[in-house]
Antibody
Framework: QVQLQESGPGLVKPSQTLSLTCTVS??????????WSWIRQPAGKGLEWIGRIYTSGSTNYNPSLKSRVTISVDTSKNQFSLKLSSVTAADTAVYYC???????????????WGQGTLVTVSS | SYVLTQPPSVSVAPGQTARITCGGN??????VHWYQQKPGQAPVLVVYDDSDRPSGIPERFSGSNSGNTATLTISRVEAGDEADYYC?????????FGGGTKLTVL
């Protein structure tokens, strides 16, 4: 059973960089054709996709966040990471990591999720 | 950018059928996925590729997709189905979520 666990600071100051790591257990991050994603959810609001990475290192980002986002993968540690720069209060949210799967071409769905971690942007 | 439109809320009595819609331009040409999210929990995939169910999801959950509307149908609704439901597609190398629908079991 694949499990994902987010980790990182719960409080980040405005203008600084938010950094989170997702550790994957129960399987190798390199096995299979999976896309590893970050998704966030402000309190009381809906889900927002941040971006994804394949184990080859190829990435796709949400156009609205692209200029501030970097997602990377460390296959030796079975982890992938998120960096979001120049954060403001609007970036306060629960951040989820998730495994993206593909059955038919030109689609992606998330079959395994981490429990989520709350990141607050405040001075 | 592609937009998915969901009704903010749907109410249904126990034992009845709930239908949650997800509207998008020619959404019938895309694969639609649905998630259930209960308070304080991570979302759970309940339907993928329009109408397939992951293992462990009851047959009461089904999906359809045609034209400009995809629909998640929950038959014989139970109190435990009360949750937020989100639709999702892949479009132009990006993931798009609907705004979510709160299902209330009366």
């Amino acid at each position: 059973q694949v499990q994902l666990q987010e980790s990182g600071p719960g409080l980040v100051k405005p203008s600084q960089t938010l950094s989170l790591t997702c550790t994957v257990s129960g399987g190798s991050i390199s096995s299979g054709s999976y896309y590893w994603s970050w998704i966030r959810q402000p309190a009381g609001k809906g889900l927002e996709w941040i971006g994804r990475i394949y184990t080859s290192g190829s990435t796709n980002y949400n156009p609205s966040l692209k200029s501030r986002v970097t997602i990377s993968v460390d296959t030796s540690k079975n982890q992938f990471s998120l960096k979001l720069s120049s954060v403001t209060a609007a970036d306060t949210a629960v951040y989820y990591c998730a495994r993206g799967s593909v059955v038919v071409a030109a689609t992606l769905f998330f079959d395994y999720w981490g429990q989520g971690t709350l990141v607050t942007v405040s001075s | 950018s592609y937009v998915l439109t969901q009704p903010p809320s749907v109410s249904v009595a126990p034992g009845q059928t709930a239908r949650i819609t997800c509207g998008g331009n020619n959404i019938g040409s895309k694969s639609v996925h649905w998630y259930q999210q209960k308070p304080g929990q991570a979302p759970v995939l309940v339907v993928y590729d329009d109408s397939d169910r992951p293992s462990g999801i009851p047959e009461r959950f089904s999906g359809s997709n045609s034209g400009n509307t995809a629909t998640l149908t929950i038959s014989r609704v139970e109190a435990g189905d009360e949750a937020d439901y989100y639709c999702q597609v892949w479009d132009s190398s990006s993931v798009v979520f609907g705004g979510g629908t709160k299902l209330t079991v009366l």
